[in-house]
C-alpha cells in the first residue's frame, strides 16, 4: 500500500530562544508540575534552561533540570559537559532532561546515562528530534501550527472524509451483494454462500476498453468470484496456487515448471488466494448486469497499479479456512524454498 511521505520538522532552523519556548510549551502539559520556571532565555541559566518541580503520585517532590540545545549534532563530551555544568550547582536533580533537535545513537545515550548515574542523577532522558516530531504530531498538534505553520486540520477532515464514504460504500454493499435470507450455519465455513450473485466484474475506474479484451495490453477489468467481506472491505477469489511451507511459517509459490521436483513430493499445498479490496478504493457499484454478466465495480487501482491492498488464503477443496497462517509477509522466493529443504 502507498503511504504519504511526511516531512520531518526542522527544529534545528528555530532561533534558540524559540526552541526553549518550544520546549517549555511541550513540557507544560508533560507532568503535574508544582514550578516550572525558564531560566535560559534569561542570560543567566548556569546550566540549566528550564527548572521544574514535580508532585508524584506519592507526593514526594521531584526536581527536574532542562537543558535544550538546538544543534544540528551533539557529542558525547557535550552531553558530559552539560551533566557536569547541572551537578556542580547547590541540588542534583532528580532527572535530567536534554531536549535536543537532533537525535542521539544508541551508543552515545547508554555512555550519558551511565555516566549521569555516576554523578548522582536518578533519571536521565533525551528527548532527541524524533520524539518532539512524535509528540508534536500526535499529543501536542496544536503546537505545530505555532511553531512550524503545519495545519494538521485539512488530514483530518480528509481523512473524515473517508471514513464517511467508507461507511457508506459497506452499507451499499451489504445491502446490494446479500441475500435477504442467509443461511449462517452454512456460511460458517463458506462465507460466499451470502451473496445474491457468486461473480462481479472489477473495473479500472480509468478503464475504457470494456467489453473488449486485448491479450497484450492492459484490460482494465476482470471477472472475480466473491468470498467475503472484511473489516476493511470485501474479499475476492484469485487463481489457485501451489505452495510448499515451512515450519516458522515461511512459504513459497511452486511454478508449475518446478512442481515435479523430487523434493517437493508430498509437500505440495493446494490453496485459494483471498484478495483484499478496500472500500476506499472503491468507487461505485452497480448491481445491474448486463450480456457479459456482473454486477459492476468501478476501482481505484491504486495499490501499485491494483485495486487490492494485500491476500490471505483458504485451502483449496476444503471448507475449512486456514486462519491467516499463510501471509503475504512471510512469502519467500523459489530459490530460497529450495536452499531450506537442502538444509532440513
Known sequence: MITAVRTPLHFEDLDPARFEDLSLAILSSYRPWLDLRP??????????????????????????YVQCKRYKK?????????????????????VFLFILACDVGKNNFEKIEDYAKKKGIGTLIIWGKSVLDMMLRTTRKDLLFAYFHISEHGNMRRNERQIVANVAMKKKLHE????????Y????????????????????????TYPDWDENAFNGWFKVELWDFYFGGIEVVGWPIDIII??????????????????????????????????????????????????HLYCRFAEGGSPFEGSRYVLRGDEYPWDQEI????????????KLLESE
Open 327 to 338: 501471509r503475504d509477509e512471510d512469502k519467500i522466493s523459489i530459490e530460497e524454498a529450495f
Open 176 to 183: 446490494l451483494l446479500l441475500k435477504k435470507k442467509i443461511d
Open 74 to 94: 551533539i557529542t558525547i563530551k557535550q552531553l558530559q559537559s552539560a551533566v557536569d555544568h547541572a551537578v556542580s550547582l547547590n541540588d542534583v536533580p532528580d
Open 246 to 295: 515451512f515450519t516458522d511459517h515461511k512459504w513459497a509459490e511452486i511454478p508449475y515448471e518446478h512442481k515435479k521436483d523430487q523434493r517437493l513430493k508430498d509437500r505440495l499445498t493446494p490453496v485459494w488466494p483471498l484478495k483484499r479490496l478496500p472500500y476506499r478504493n472503491i468507487v461505485e457499484f452497480d448491481p445491474i448486469e448486463d450480456e457479459y454478466n456482473g454486477p
Open 39 to 64: 531560566y535560559g532565555k534569561s542570560g543567566s541559566d548556569d546550566g540549566i534552561d528550564i527548572l521544574g518541580v514535580e508532585e508524584t503520585e506519592d507526593g514526594v517532590n521531584r526536581s527536574w
Open 185 to 208: 450455519e452454512a456460511c460458517r465455513y463458506a462465507p460466499h454462500l451470502k451473496f445474491e450473485s457468486s461473480e462481479l466484474i472489477v473495473h479500472s475506474a480509468d478503464g475504457t
